[in-house]
C-alpha cells in the first residue's frame, strides 16, 4: 500500500478523489489533509454539485449539425433519433465530466 485514496460521497455533489503517496506524508500540509479526512471531513465536500455540472455541460456542448441531419421532421416539430443524439453527445459530455471531477 503505497497510496493512500480519499472519496468523496456527498449527495448531489460530484465525486472527488484525493491521492496521497506515503511520500506525500512528510509535509505537514499533508499530513493534516489525511488528518481532516478523519476528524473533520465536511471540509472536503466538493462545491460542485450534479446541477450545476449538468448547467455547464448544456451551456458549453454545442448542438451536433449532425444530429440534425439524421432528423426527422412531423407536424413541423423536430425529432432527433436518441441513438444520433445519443452517439453524437456522449463523447463530449464525458470528457467534459471528466475533466470537471479530475479538479479536485
Known amino acids: 500500500m503505497d497510496v493512500l485514496r480519499t472519496q468523496t460521497n456527498w449527495t448531489s455533489t ?3 478523489v ?5 511520500d506525500d506524508l512528510k509535509d505537514a500540509a499533508n499530513g493534516d489533509k489525511l488528518r481532516h479526512a478523519f476528524l473533520n471531513p465536511r471540509l472536503f465536500k466538493p ?4 446541477q450545476l455540472v449538468t448547467e455547464q ?16 421532421t412531423t407536424r413541423n416539430k423536430l425529432r432527433i433519433s436518441p441513438a444520433v ?14 475533466a470537471e471531477c479530475s479538479n479536485g
Do not use: E
Request: glycine letters at 2%; a positive charge.
Open 85 to 98: 443524439l445519443f452517439s453524437a453527445c456522449l463523447p463530449r459530455m464525458w470528457s467534459f465530466c471528466r
Open 57 to 72: 455541460a448544456t451551456q458549453t456542448l454545442p448542438i451536433l449539425p449532425s444530429a440534425y441531419g439524421n432528423a426527422v
Open 47 to 50: 462545491t460542485n454539485t450534479c
Open 18 to 22: 484525493y491521492t496521497l503517496a506515503l
Open 14 to 16: 460530484v465525486q472527488q
